[in-house]
């Protein structure tokens, strides 16, 4: 009997136990099931939202790529562009040039026609006039040259009048331009190979002085004269020093 009166309590305890539990539990387990259920409709919120932004992520960095790939086409073509505008301008420029210098020899043809134009002479007129002036170049040219070798021939027939006129011999005059080396030397014979001649008017008998650094070698006379070359012989006494290759003459 007692047992069942313990029994009995026992169940009595455990339901008032229970009664209080679910008192005192109930809201506190219901605000538990409002923040899970709060906390998953966040959560699945978010992970909509994340889904979104990867999308959104995503489509950005196809339409990115796109982007840097048409900004490369577009810096090829710029690059194509400015090449081709270098070019151009490059190709400006020298057509400005030639045009200023085509403005020029217009010019000067200009120029040229209206000297013509002063002479009075027609085009038919101008050959004739050139191949005159050439021919009278030429008289010209001959003239002169035969007045050179009428001069030449004077002053030898005055040096052979003086000559022949006078009792002692008389040396020819050297012009003061004439300068040269001595080119060949035969110590044996006092004979020299001088790089003056005609072409120097250097004239046949003329004395010339031999020099080395300054100082006097020799005293020479002329014995024949070529064009480029003479030959001549070292004076009797007038020996001071051995005459060598490339010592220079110069008038006396």
Known sequence: MLLRICLILAIVAGLGVIGVSQFLLKPQIETIITDRDHNKAEWTKSANEL???KKTLKETGEKLAKTETALEETKGQLVAITGKFEAEQKRANGLQQTLDKTKADLKVASDELAAWAGLG???EQVRGVIDEAKTLKGA???YQAEAKLLVADIKKLKRKIIELTSDKEIDPPVP??????VLVVDPKWDFLVLDVGAKNELPERGVLLVSRNGELVAKIRVTNVQDQRSIANIMPGWKIKDVLEGDVVLPY
Not at 176 to 181: D, E, F, I, L
């Open 140 to 142: 010209n040219e001959a």
């Open 51 to 53: 889904t979104k932004t």
């Open 121 to 123: 002479l027609k085009v």
């Open 176 to 181: 003061q331009t004439v300068r040269g080396k």
